[in-house]
DNA sequence: GAGCTGCCATACGCCACCGTACGGGACGTC
DNA sequence: GACGTCCCGTACGGTGGCGTATGGCAGCTC
């Protein structure tokens, strides 16, 4: 989903318009929503600054007043997105049949997804934040609750579930800080599938 | 004006001056560097700000730009604390003889020591930061090292008690995180006990 | 007791960002 | 072709932080 002009009409040939808004004339709510969560993704919540992005759509903060009415809404309206998404992304999963592959995948994706595909980790560091500390919580605790009971139909006991979906978090979050932090710690070339084989098998087989 | 007294001479009794300046007349680099460290501990580096910690400790910006060249060397300087206290605790570490009972005491203080004792994932958060960069990898990288050492005594080969302390820290960090911003998501009270306990299982005895 | 030095207070300019006020162009509608 | 609505540009004031300039007081030194 680039940026493919939502409600466009005409454009009629190439002018790029050498903004970053190709050739449409106004901006939508859900425009400013978006480029918002891009810029979280990037730069942290810091870079969900009005002024810069509205420079960065090639428009001023004259638009970003008409479509919301401070930055924090504007934060929710992005995080709002991140959690259809996350949602979608459950969804998908479910339509895994077996549920060993399920988990397979899902652990896999966590850990070898680019870095910055999930915010996760971005929005712990600013769960202070008013806005953001609520749906962080609602959010991970659906994820906790989903990779529980992905791991009860592996025949866990329910504690014993949720500890394990706790755990795959703990893990997950702490490489994305690592990863985004110091990188140079983390092992590199070969030596990285070994090492995301190792945590794989780490967390994979819950037989405990 | 008005506040607590600088250049004040005798301070007859035990009046703590209710200032965060008890009795001294003048502040040292050290203070400094003292109260900046604690205030990152408490939030983050954007709390290691000039003006907000001179307030705190009934002084002005006067003193500061005395002390030091800019934001950034107060910075270095608490850091500088920071790598001193990190190698005093690896060295009583070292005084442990057992290498059983000794990981075992590390990795248990890893995981219940008060939020905030350690300023880790604080730093690996502003691990962009010119100065809070190298310091933290120099830093990481020498626990890392201390850790995979330690369990190479307790006989694991040099790549699997890499990955092993690497693993130690990612869950570390990660807790520590999650604690951070969504400590709901974390057992409480009894159950909290049991999942120490797992995690350490998960991590204690590096049998593989 | 004059001067020198160490330490601090205060005022200032600068920057980045937030939010508001208000004006004005573009476009559909009649 | 006038008008209203939608959307945006711009200028302004406010806040919070950084760094500088400069003045001044306290104690010591002689």
Do not use: C
């Amino acid at each position: 989903m680039r940026n493919g002009v939502p409600s466009e009409r005409v454009q009629s040939d190439d002018e790029p318009e050498r903004s970053a808004r190709p050739g449409r004339r106004t901006l939508s709510r859900e425009d400013w929503a978006r480029a918002a969560l891009e810029a979280m993704r990037e730069g942290g919540l810091g870079a969900v600054a009005v002024e810069p992005l509205a420079e960065s759509l090639g428009t001023t903060k004259g638009s970003f007043y008409w479509h919301f009415k401070d930055r924090d809404s504007l934060i929710q309206a992005a995080l709002e997105r991140w959690v259809a998404e996350s949602e979608e992304l459950m969804a998908a999963a479910e339509r895994i049949e077996d549920p060993v592959e399920r988990g397979r995948r899902l652990t896999e994706y966590a850990f070898t997804a680019p870095s910055g595909a999930d915010i996760t980790t971005t929005l712990l560091i600013h769960a202070q934040h008013p806005v953001v500390g609520p749906i962080l919580e609602q959010v991970t605790r659906r994820r906790l609750e989903f990779g529980a009971r992905l791991t009860e139909e592996l025949g866990l006991p329910a504690d014993a579930a949720y500890r394990h979906a706790l755990t795959a978090l703990t893990m997950t979050v702490g490489i994305a800080l690592i990863r985004r932090g110091a990188p140079q710690l983390l092992p590199q070339g070969e030596d990285k599938d070994a090492y995301v084989r190792y945590i794989l098998e780490l967390l994979g087989p819950p037989m405990t």
